[in-house]
């Protein structure tokens, strides 16, 4: 086995969603162990009210593996796995669809410096507005790639798999 992946849905959605899925399917072809967390009922409490739960429950499994991992997360799942990064090591971060705040919740965005990642975003993302994440991502010197679709990023999968790709080889080299 070459290491571990933690994918995290997006709010009202479930381990089962297509990207997630696609990716934890893409991986374990791979040799690449996953787990997709079920965050189904922190999300009962709405938005804001979900991500202390999500937090606690993401961190929860990243300290029960034995090696950092690498942590995929798909717009509140983005969001939750940069803050998550902030508390225990992991080893890369691929964020989609990533909002830069959770309108009534305290804390912004943000991830621990050096960690490597990629967030990827749709131009026409009409839930989390590109210039929260453009700013982050200009301040911090991240890489973007900027596609041409909305917030489900269903359009492009073939994009997403192959920057996933490029990043399990860069880890598995760096291992």
Not at 61 to 80: I, K, N, Q, R, Y
Not at 108 to 113: G, I, N, P, S
Request: aromatic share 4%; charged share 20%.
């Amino acid at each position: 086995m070459r290491g571990q992946i933690i994918l995290s849905h997006g709010s009202d959605s479930s381990p089962d969603a297509t990207k997630v899925s696609m990716l934890a399917a893409l991986a374990e072809s791979l040799g690449w162990r996953t787990q997709r967390p079920d965050y189904a009922a922190d999300d009962a409490r709405g938005h804001a009210g979900s991500v202390a739960p999500r937090i606690a429950r993401l961190r929860a499994t990243v300290e029960a593996l034995d090696a950092p991992p690498l942590l995929v997360g798909s717009s509140m799942g983005a969001f939750v796995s940069g803050l998550v990064s902030l508390d225990v090591p992991v080893a890369g971060l691929l964020l989609l669809a990533t909002p830069c705040e959770i309108p009534g919740y305290t804390r912004a965005f943000d991830l621990r410096e050096g960690v490597p990642t990629l967030l990827i975003h749709g131009w026409r993302d009409e839930v989390c507005p590109l210039a929260g994440v453009h700013a982050f991502a200009a301040r911090r010197r991240l890489p973007l790639l900027m596609l041409d679709d909305d917030h489900r990023l269903g359009a492009s999968m073939d994009a997403i798999a192959a920057e996933f790709l490029r990043m399990l080889d860069q880890l598995a080299d760096a291992a």
